[in-house]
């Protein structure tokens, strides 16, 4: 098994051999409490870079009115990053910057929290993910995880990328074969997992500061 690393090295236990034992790992104590660390497609990729403030604020700003939606409609859970996915069809084992888990697909057996309150990871196939890229999750973001989250099932894969000036806003649908982007109309995309269009909106704040908003309709 390969390891990719981007930043400070950090110590992988010799035992770690597949994703089962990848998995025995994460959910450990022994398991580094700081970084990106996953295991994508028999690969284990490791991200020790420190988040830039605008991509902190973009991820920040989803997530909380994603996390507000799904409550006000009690559509079903959503996790900011910090959560595990791990699926075995797409040999997948990973922290997205956010997901969403209906209740049909827990009802359903789609997606599953062993433990409950106490569980550290779902597991299958949540309806949707979220990544933001940054300067080195360029590959790991826009083509590995492209392939092993539609390998994985996931209905739809967001994408947000803030590193120019004008924010990328993208969601992806899943096709037969592969993903693909949703038309966009003035900005605006509607997602067929949350029945909404979204859009998300860059305002320059003093001292440089971007702030962004994930308008709903």
């Not at 690393?5 to 597949?18: L, Q």
């Not at 994603?66 to 699926?87: I, P």
């Not at 075995?88 to 062993?114: N, Q, Y």
């Amino acid at each position: 098994m390969s390891t990719i690393t981007i930043g400070a090295p950090v110590r992988i236990p010799g035992w770690v051999k597949d994703l089962a034992s990848f998995r025995r790992w994460a959910r450990s104590g022994a398991f580094p409490d700081h970084g990106w660390i996953s295991h994508l497609g028999g690969e284990i990729w490791v991200d020790l870079s420190m988040e830039r403030a605008a991509h902190n604020q973009a991820k920040g700003a989803v997530n909380g009115a994603l996390t507000q939606l799904v409550q006000q409609e009690d559509l079903g859970s959503y996790f900011s990053d910090r959560m595990l996915l791990a699926n075995d069809d797409a040999d997948l084992s990973t922290e997205p910057d956010g997901m969403f888990v209906s209740h049909e697909s827990i009802d359903r057996g789609k997606a599953i929290l062993v433990e409950g309150d106490q569980a550290l990871e779902v597991q299958g196939s949540p309806d949707m993910v979220l990544e933001v890229v940054s300067d080195s999750s360029v590959e790991k973001d826009l083509e590995v995880l492209f392939d092993l989250y539609w390998r994985a099932k996931i209905a739809e894969y967001w994408i947000i990328d803030v590193r120019g000036e004008t924010p990328r806003f993208e969601i992806n649908r899943r096709g037969p074969s592969k993903y693909g982007a949703l038309r966009q109309q003035g900005g605006w995309v509607r997602s067929r997992v949350f029945q909404r269009s979204f859009r998300l909106v860059r305002t320059v704040r003093p001292g440089k500061l971007s702030r962004f908003t994930l308008e709903t309709r």
